[in-house]
Every structure is written in structure tokens, then in C-alpha cells.
């Protein structure tokens, strides 16, 4: 995924030279299914101009699209056709080849990737800690195995809850001096758990009412979006340690029974 947004990115900054009508067309969504369908066939201005809507369409279908197909080929045809400078014909002509050698490097790694997602999905599932994991808000199979992953599965790696949240950089350092004192985030820390736990923090807010009040309690005292979702990722690291240490699946109760005693 991350070898696939590199190549985003350089399709990105190709098409600003001289197709913005594509840039139009799919905005940040360069490495969609949709985006590299048309880009194979349309690689320039001038043969995006030539589309038609049906053959938008038919595009659209054979990459895979199946719902809202007429007005998403209409949106396109539309940004496609839209005024914009041109650059010289010769010119176009290389910056097609160009994308046209980005187009199918994206569109190879979407297949890779689809395949490697479901390894991971088969993978995880047979992992005796799984059941725990996807059972907390807002860890899927994806999420859930790169926590995982990032944590390791030995039962005695980490002494406490504590030991947890330290190698996770979730847990805040504070720093007194004087009459002063700041609270600060963890500059050492694993970063790629940190970022996964960071988005688990923020897909929890939809599936766990504990989990959105604790984040609501924290806006209303003056905190940012940013370091509520890190306290919110806090909490929810030590209520995954517990989880795993009892061997239990999450319970909403019972991980937010503080929570609902200091409200009550």
C-alpha cells in the first residue's frame, strides 16, 4: 500500500503537467479501481475528450463498479471535457506513455494488494488471539493484525498495562518545573503502532458508546481533536491488555464502568 501511494503520488504530480481534467475527474483517488480503468484507456487530454458516456460506463463495469454507474461516467465525461490549457501535441504524447506506465504499475498493486488481504484475513483468523482483538470497536481484520503484528504475541512481553501503553506511545509524558507542568505527547515510540492505534482510536467512535463519551469528555475539557483520539487510544490499549491477559472478549460494560460511574 505504501509502494502504492508512491506511485500515486508521481501520477499525481504527471497529470498536474498536463491533464488536470483527470485530476478533476478522481481528485485523491488516483489508485481506485475507477481511476486506473479510465487512465488506461484515456492516458491524455485528447482521447479523455473522445469518451463516450456509454463507454465510460462499460469502463466503469469491467472495473468492477456496479452501483450509481450512469452518473458517475456522466461526472466524468464532464471533468474530462471540462477547458483547461493544453500542452503541445508531441509533449502529450510522452506524458501519456508516462502514465500509461503508472496506470498499470497502480493497477498491478491493487491486485496484489487484494490478494494479500485476504492471506491476512485467512491468517489472522486462525491466530488464537484474534477472537480477543476483533471483538474490541473498531479493530477489523486489517487493523486488528497490524496491532497485532506491531505488539507480538508473547503473553510475557509486557509486565502491565502500563509497559503496554509506553511501547505503544500512546500514554503522555508530563514534564513539571517550578509551578509549570506540560503534558506532552510520547516522542519515543513505535510509530507504525502508534498510527494504527491512532486510527483504531477513531473507528471506535462510531461502534462504542464508552468510547465516544470518553472522547466527548475530553473535547468538552479543552483537548484537541488530536489528543483526544491519543487518550482515547490510551484507554483503549489498557482495555486491550486486560482483554488479552483474562483471555476475554471485549465487553462494553464493563470497559467503560468508570466512565459511566463518574457521569452517573
Given at each position: 500500500?505504501w509502494e502504492?501511494r508512491r506511485h500515486?503520488?508521481?501520477?499525481?504530480?504527471t497529470l498536474?503537467?498536463f491533464?488536470?481534467?483527470?485530476?478533476e475527474?478522481?481528485?485523491t483517488?488516483?489508485?481506485s479501481r475507477d481511476?486506473?480503468a479510465?487512465?488506461t484507456?484515456a492516458?491524455?487530454?485528447?482521447?479523455?475528450r473522445?469518451?463516450?458516456?456509454?463507454k465510460l460506463a462499460?469502463v466503469?463495469?469491467?472495473?468492477?463498479r456496479s452501483?450509481?454507474?450512469?452518473?458517475?461516467?456522466e461526472?466524468i465525461?464532464?471533468?474530462?471535457?471540462?477547458?483547461q490549457l493544453?500542452?503541445p501535441?508531441s509533449l502529450?504524447?510522452?506524458?501519456?506513455l508516462i502514465?500509461?506506465?503508472?496506470?498499470g504499475l497502480?493497477?498491478?498493486?491493487?491486485d496484489?494488494?487484494?490478494?494479500l488481504?485476504?492471506?491476512?484475513?485467512?491468517?489472522?483468523?486462525?491466530h488464537?488471539?484474534?477472537?480477543?482483538?476483533?471483538?474490541?470497536?473498531?479493530l477489523?481484520?486489517?487493523?486488528?493484525?497490524r496491532?497485532?503484528g506491531?505488539?507480538?504475541?508473547d503473553?510475557?512481553r509486557?509486565?502491565?498495562?502500563?509497559?503496554?501503553?509506553n511501547?505503544?506511545?500512546t500514554?503522555p509524558?508530563t514534564r513539571?518545573?517550578?509551578?509549570?507542568?506540560?503534558?506532552l505527547?510520547r516522542?519515543?515510540?513505535?510509530t507504525r503502532?502508534?498510527?494504527?492505534?491512532?486510527q483504531?482510536?477513531?473507528s471506535s467512535?462510531?461502534?462504542?458508546?464508552g468510547a465516544?463519551?470518553f472522547?466527548d469528555t475530553h473535547?468538552a475539557?479543552g483537548?484537541?481533536?488530536t489528543?483526544?483520539?491519543?487518550?482515547?487510544?490510551n484507554?483503549l490499549?489498557?482495555?486491550l491488555?486486560?482483554?488479552?491477559r483474562?483471555?476475554?472478549?471485549?465487553r462494553?460494560?464493563?470497559?467503560?464502568?468508570n466512565l459511566?460511574?463518574?457521569a452517573a
Open positions: 500500500m502504492r500515486a503520488n508521481r501520477l499525481r504530480s498536474r503537467e491533464y488536470p481534467q483527470a485530476l475527474a478522481f481528485g483517488k488516483l489508485s481511476a486506473v479510465v487512465l484507456v492516458p491524455t487530454p485528447a482521447l479523455g473522445r469518451l463516450s458516456r456509454s462499460a466503469l463495469r469491467r472495473a468492477g452501483r450509481g454507474v450512469d452518473a458517475r461516467a461526472e465525461q464532464r471533468a474530462l471535457r471540462s477547458e493544453s500542452a501535441e502529450e504524447r510522452t506524458y501519456g502514465v500509461t506506465s503508472l496506470v497502480i493497477g498491478g498493486l491493487n496484489q494488494i487484494e490478494r488481504e485476504a492471506q491476512l484475513e485467512m491468517a489472522f483468523e486462525r488464537p488471539d484474534a477472537e480477543v482483538l476483533s471483538s474490541l470497536p473498531g477489523g481484520f486489517v487493523l486488528g493484525a496491532v497485532l506491531e505488539f507480538g504475541d503473553p510475557t509486557y509486565a502491565d498495562a502500563r509497559a503496554r501503553r511501547y505503544a506511545g500514554s509524558i513539571a518545573s517550578g509551578k509549570g507542568r506540560v503534558v505527547a516522542f519515543a515510540r513505535n503502532l502508534a498510527d494504527a492505534c491512532y483504531w482510536a477513531f467512535l462510531t461502534g462504542s458508546p465516544r463519551a472522547y473535547r475539557r483537548k484537541t481533536h489528543q483526544a483520539l491519543r487518550a482515547l487510544a484507554r490499549v489498557g482495555i491488555h486486560g482483554c488479552l483474562h483471555g476475554e472478549r471485549y462494553e460494560e464493563i470497559a467503560w464502568t459511566q460511574h463518574r
